[in-house]
């Protein structure tokens, strides 16, 4: 099991920029990949930027070019920079791990949130 604990959010304006971590209570580096999920009111929890096990990252395109995704295995964290954030960005942001398991499939570990608010 891991622990997942969130840390950096904030109130910005549009345009500005936070540093969200996500610290883990063990080492990731085997972990198949970790990502931020925000979950905004009324909406569901939606997958903006993701990392493999050997760096890869990907993004959806809402976020493409504003913002970058990074792991430090060494410090068991994974990091997520936001610049030009924009109002649409207001959402509580979740970190996700998944970790492999020697039976079946991968196992979901989550963060309690950390919330973002952009102002116009």
């Known amino acids: 099991q891991v622990q997942l604990v969130e840390s950096g959010g904030g109130s910005v304006q549009a345009g500005g920029s936070l540093r969200l971590s996500c610290a883990a209570s063990?080492?990731?580096?085997?972990?198949?990949?970790m990502g931020w999920y925000p979950q905004a009111p009324g909406k569901q929890r939606e997958l903006v930027a993701t990392?493999?096990?050997?760096?890869?990252?990907f993004y959806t395109d809402a976020v493409k070019g504003r913002f970058t995704i990074s792991r430090d295995n060494a410090k068991n964290a994974v990091n997520l920079q936001m610049n030009s954030l924009k109002p649409e960005d207001t959402a509580v942001y979740y970190c996700?791990?998944?970790?492999?398991?020697?039976?079946?499939?991968?196992?979901?570990?989550w963060g309690q949130g950390t919330q973002v608010t952009v102002s116009s």
């Open positions: 996700n791990c998944q970790l492999p398991q020697a039976l079946g499939s991968p196992s979901t570990y």
């Open positions: 990392i493999t096990s050997i760096g890869s990252a």
């Open positions: 063990r080492s990731i580096s085997s972990a198949i990949a």
